[in-house]
């Protein structure tokens, strides 16, 4: 059975079949985890969207329920229950705001409650008859306005969401709408992100604003109730805007501070000047978990092959591993690592390395494990005294991808490339290689850029499939700190996190040979100096437990 799907999943998030894209309005509630999502009850391609429901007690097995939104009413959802959010109101209260298209294909906000808000496992809710509760306005396009944000009250009491819209001048813009009852919703004069989308052109979907700091309990949404001035000097903390843009399938974000008495952002970056994620990663959505007092965040994770493959296997899509999300020491970008839970699907044997020189034009297997389904961890370390040797970066490698383009696995440099290559058949004909590449950024100082790639150029022996080189910059000195290197790899999806989650790279791969029991791990260093795996730690995962129990009262 698992040949005949081996591109299927075994910890990441999945519904049983067909279609599933955006996560929405993720929480948690009387104990429970709860993860809608974008879903096509009819197929395993692009339509009929509704909100399917899974719930868990540890984000890491789930049970699949009824369906929590289908499109069902003329004026207000016919054509889909798109993306949205949930918020937790006073009282132990609970809302859904999702766009839904109507039959004029126009786009509008809808409120929806529990009917039984005493069941843990919310597997019923009401439409507001009050929908839709927010419109389309003349100054801005009806068929381009959704995807409403989890919504924060303010100092003033009242509740604010940011909603995608494209304007009149075809730019597209982060709209600001204010509620005292969360019922009658009014748009805001003025808009804190107004100036952030003024020169841009792209589509905006799955906004997401939430406060973040160095430790997760800082992510709590309550923050913003507070009158304090907050700055990054005192309290460590800052306030994140993620946008998704469609024409690029790509999840930007701005970090900043915000005053919510004058409406003002005020950002320290250009809005597509950091990604959460350099590889297939796209219409995140985080939430405040108060049990573990952290923020946690999922993206949908595409495809990278074709419909026709889908209709065959009978899915597509899945999520990422859920990932905790802080503010890096430094303040200036957001760090991501796989939630702690996932270490209880690591199974007992494990494999370690210490102190392994990886020589020039080294590569050995890391054997004893299950290398379709693994978590690995490993560090590499550099002699310091041997880094003046790196090559001189040019000033025109601007562009990290690019640049992963034409250093890539297979081309030999000084101080890289070295990694992983996963999921690997056993002559390497089909491989993806995760690696480093080290430059010094000027003749005279101690200054150095890494480069942190992910090659799947020989990913697969099949046509037709992505098979794209990723990359990006990893912000670390190897001066100061080892490399560290962190992947998730799961049959048919490798999530690598760099400089313990200062980068990550998420690929989708479909090898013909490197299934199964024909996946290897393999480290290697294609550089002409040595590095050294000062720790590689690595364990076979069990799955994950997925349970189809819909519309039974017995769990």
Same mark, same amino acid.
């Given at each position: 059975?698992?040949?005949?799907?081996?591109?299927?999943?075994?910890?990441?998030?999945?519904?049983?079949?067909?279609?599933?894209?955006?996560?929405?309005?993720?929480?948690?509630?009387?104990?429970?985890?709860?993860?809608?999502?974008?879903?096509?009850?009819?197929?395993?391609?692009?339509?009929?969207?509704?909100?399917?429901?899974?719930?868990?007690?540890?984000?890491?097995?789930?049970?699949?329920?009824?369906?929590?939104?289908?499109?069902?009413?003329?004026?207000?959802?016919?054509?889909?229950?798109?993306?949205?959010?949930?918020?937790?109101?006073?009282?132990?209260?609970?809302?859904?705001?999702?766009?839904?298209?109507?039959?004029?294909?126009?786009?509008?906000?809808?409120?929806?409650?529990?009917?039984?808000?005493?069941?843990?496992?919310?597997?019923?809710?009401?439409?507001?008859?009050?929908?839709?509760?927010?419109?389309?306005?003349?100054?801005?396009?009806?068929?381009?306005?959704?995807?409403?944000?989890?919504?924060?009250?303010?100092?003033?009491?009242?509740?604010?969401?940011?909603?995608?819209?494209?304007?009149?001048?075809?730019?597209?813009?982060?709209?600001?709408?204010?509620?005292?009852? +969360?019922?009658?919703?009014?748009?805001?004069?003025?808009?804190?992100?107004?100036?952030? +989308?003024?020169?841009?052109?792209?589509?905006?979907?799955?906004?997401?604003f939430f406060p973040v700091g160095i430790n997760g309990s800082d992510g709590d949404n309550n923050y913003m109730n507070n009158n304090d001035q907050y700055n990054y000097e005192k309290m460590k903390k800052k306030y994140a805007l993620k946008v998704s843009f469609l024409d690029n399938k790509h999840d930007y974000y701005v970090l900043g501070q915000y005053c919510p008495e004058t409406e003002e952002f005020n950002p320290e970056s250009e809005v597509i000047d950091l990604r959460l994620d350099y590889g297939k990663f796209y219409a995140s959505k985080s939430f405040y978990d108060h049990e573990q007092k952290r923020r946690v965040i999922w993206g949908w994770i595409m495809e990278s092959d074709n419909d026709v493959d889908a209709n065959v296997r009978g899915w597509s899509g899945l999520q990422s591993f859920p990932r905790t999300i802080v503010l890096s020491?430094?303040?200036?970008?957001?760090?991501?690592?796989?939630?702690?839970?996932?270490?209880?699907?690591?199974?007992?044997?494990?494999?370690?390395?210490?102190?392994?020189?990886?020589?020039?034009?080294?590569?050995?297997?890391?054997?004893?494990?299950?290398?379709?389904?693994?978590?690995?961890?490993?560090?590499?370390?550099?002699?310091?005294?041997?880094?003046?040797?790196?090559?001189?970066?040019?000033?025109?490698?601007?562009?990290?991808?690019?640049?992963?383009?034409?250093?890539?696995?297979?081309?030999?440099?000084?101080?890289?490339?070295?990694?992983?290559?996963?999921?690997?058949?056993?002559?390497?004909?089909?491989?993806?290689?995760?690696?480093?590449?080290?430059?010094?950024?000027?003749?005279?100082?101690?200054?150095?850029?890494?480069?942190?790639?992910?090659?799947?150029?020989?990913?697969?022996?099949?046509?037709?499939?992505?098979?794209?080189?990723?990359?990006?910059?990893?912000?670390?000195?190897?001066?100061?700190?080892?490399?560290?290197?962190?992947?998730?790899?799961?049959?048919?999806?490798?999530?690598?996190?760099?400089?313990?989650?200062?980068?990550?790279?998420?690929?989708?791969?479909?090898?013909?040979?490197?299934?199964?029991?024909?996946?290897?791990?393999?480290?290697?260093?294609?550089?002409?100096?040595?590095?050294?795996?000062?720790?590689?730690?690595?364990?076979?995962?069990?799955?994950?437990?997925?349970?189809?129990?819909?519309?039974?009262?017995?769990?």
């Open positions: 059975m698992e040949d005949e799907q081996p591109y299927r999943t075994a910890y990441h998030f999945q519904p049983p079949n067909n279609w599933m894209n955006d996560p929405n309005g993720p929480m948690y509630y009387k104990g429970v985890y709860h993860l809608f999502y974008q879903y096509n009850p009819k197929g395993p391609v692009f339509g009929n969207m509704a909100w399917a429901h899974s719930v868990s007690y540890n984000l890491v097995d789930w049970i699949h329920l009824d369906i929590a939104l289908n499109p069902t009413d003329p004026d207000i959802d016919i054509n889909g229950c798109w993306s949205g959010s949930t918020t937790h109101l006073p009282n132990d209260k609970l809302a859904i705001l999702y766009t839904g298209r109507d039959s004029k294909k126009h786009q509008v906000q809808n409120l929806a409650t529990p009917k039984n808000p005493s069941d843990p496992f919310l597997r019923e809710w009401a439409k507001s008859p009050l929908n839709p509760i927010i419109s389309p306005s003349p100054d801005f396009d009806p068929k381009e306005f959704r995807d409403p944000t989890t919504a924060w009250l303010g100092p003033d009491k009242i509740w604010r969401i940011v909603i995608g819209a494209k304007m009149g001048n075809g730019k597209w813009a982060g709209l600001l709408f204010k509620s005292s009852d +969360f019922e009658n919703w009014t748009r805001s004069t003025k808009s804190p992100f107004s100036k952030l +989308f003024e020169n841009n052109d792209l589509i905006l979907e799955c906004p997401d020491e430094s303040g200036k970008q957001l760090i991501q690592w796989p939630i702690e839970e996932i270490e209880k699907l690591r199974r007992d044997e494990k494999v370690s390395l210490q102190n392994k020189e990886l020589h020039s034009d080294s590569i050995f297997e890391i054997s004893g494990i299950t290398a379709s389904q693994v978590d690995i961890e490993v560090s590499f370390e550099i002699e310091v005294s041997e880094l003046e040797e790196a090559e001189l970066i040019n000033p025109s490698w601007i562009n990290p991808q690019l640049l992963c383009n034409e250093k890539n696995s297979s081309v030999k440099g000084i101080f890289g490339p070295f990694g992983l290559k996963v999921l690997a058949s056993n002559d390497l004909s089909e491989q993806t290689s995760i690696f480093f590449h080290i430059f010094k950024t000027n003749e005279t100082e101690k200054k150095f850029k890494i480069l942190m790639c992910s090659d799947q150029s020989r990913s697969s022996l099949r046509d037709g499939v992505d098979k794209h080189i990723y990359g990006t910059f990893l912000d670390l000195d190897p001066c100061q700190e080892k490399i560290t290197l962190r992947i998730l790899i799961d049959h048919s999806i490798v999530e690598s996190f760099g400089g313990e989650g200062r980068s990550v790279i998420t690929a989708r791969v479909y090898p013909k040979l490197a299934i199964n029991k024909g996946s290897h791990l393999y480290a290697f260093n294609n550089g002409t100096k040595s590095v050294k795996i000062s720790n590689l730690n690595a364990w076979s995962m069990k799955n994950a437990q997925f349970e189809s129990r819909i519309g039974q009262e017995n769990f």
